[in-house]
């Protein structure tokens, strides 16, 4: 206490803030699925649906495309 004038909980915010700067989260991309022919059409279907997310986008291709 006598060196900084803190006390011990403010110096050891102090110090814990002042190592954590600077550094952010590790993004790590993700292989891609989809690809070839299928990415384009996907994309064709994605953009017809009004973007809807993945959940609700497979009901809609299952209407849309036949079944093998």
Not at 10 to 24: M, Y
């Amino acid at each position: 206490m006598d060196l900084t004038h803190l006390n011990r909980f403010s110096a050891r915010s102090t110090l814990r803030t002042k190592g954590a700067q600077g550094r952010g989260p590790v993004h790590h991309p993700r292989a891609s699925v989809y690809k070839g022919a299928v990415l384009p059409a996907l994309t064709e279907f994605w953009h017809l649906s009004d973007r809807l997310c993945g959940k609700r986008l497979v009901p809609f291709l299952r209407r849309i495309l036949p079944s093998p």
